[in-house]
């Protein structure tokens, strides 16, 4: 039999939450034992997340991947058949014609199963990708838009590519002065 897996699905954007829930309620319905069921569960992760509002730090939960939904289970045609079917559900996330499963480690620091050492601060997730387009929403650069080079996770930064009298132009950003676009 082959194992369980997790799978990234891309879902209509703030659909989120109502996909995972059609999702569990598949799951829910399906008959069979818990350890015979094809998909195990559905997922859409969050951290909780500094913001400045109005000048304040206000903790708030905000999704790490807007637009996405990870659930465990095995893929067959049955699962991928299934999953598809649900409202909201775009596209399963990988490269070609089959889904990627996540690493191990990403779903591990995902689910924050992450084991820190003990000297090792534990790092914020950053919740930029490279190549992604964000907004800046504080300081020099507020309301200019730029592409995500580098994030830098130890410190809690992004380099941005911000484009200034024409040419591009890289500023080193706090990560709360951004939010994607």
């Given at each position: 039999m082959s194992e369980h897996r997790w799978y990234a699905i891309q879902t209509t954007?703030?659909?989120?939450?109502?996909?995972?829930?059609?999702?569990?309620?598949?799951i829910k319905d399906d008959l069979r034992a818990p350890e015979e069921k094809?998909?195990?569960?559905?997922?859409?992760?969050?951290?909780?997340?500094?913001?400045?509002?109005?000048?304040?730090?206000?903790?708030?939960?905000?999704?790490?991947?807007?637009?996405?939904?990870?659930?465990?289970?095995?893929?067959?045609?049955?699962?991928?058949?299934?999953?598809?079917?649900?409202?909201?559900?775009i596209k399963f996330v990988g490269t070609g014609r089959l889904p990627?499963?996540?690493?191990?480690?990403?779903?591990?620091?995902?689910?924050?199963?992450?084991?820190?050492?003990?000297?090792?601060e534990?790092?914020?997730?950053?919740?930029?990708?490279?190549?992604?387009?964000v907004e800046i929403t504080e300081g020099p650069f507020s309301d200019f838009s730029g592409t995500v080079e580098e994030v830098i996770s130890d410190k809690g930064k992004v380099r941005v590519s911000v484009s200034l009298f024409g040419r591009p132009t890289s500023v080193e950003l706090d990560y709360l002065q951004l939010k994607a676009h």
């Open positions: 954007a703030g659909h989120e939450n109502k996909v995972r829930s059609l999702v569990e309620r598949r094809p998909i195990r569960q559905a997922l859409v992760p969050i951290q909780e997340v500094v913001e400045i509002k109005n000048g304040k730090k206000v903790t708030v939960d905000r999704k790490i991947y807007p637009g996405y939904v990870l659930v465990e289970m095995i893929l067959n045609q049955e699962t991928i058949h299934v999953i598809n079917g649900i409202q909201g559900v990627m499963p996540l690493r191990a480690d990403e779903v591990n620091r995902l689910l924050g199963i992450e084991e820190a050492t003990k000297d090792e534990p790092t914020e997730l950053i919740p930029f990708l490279v190549g992604q387009v």
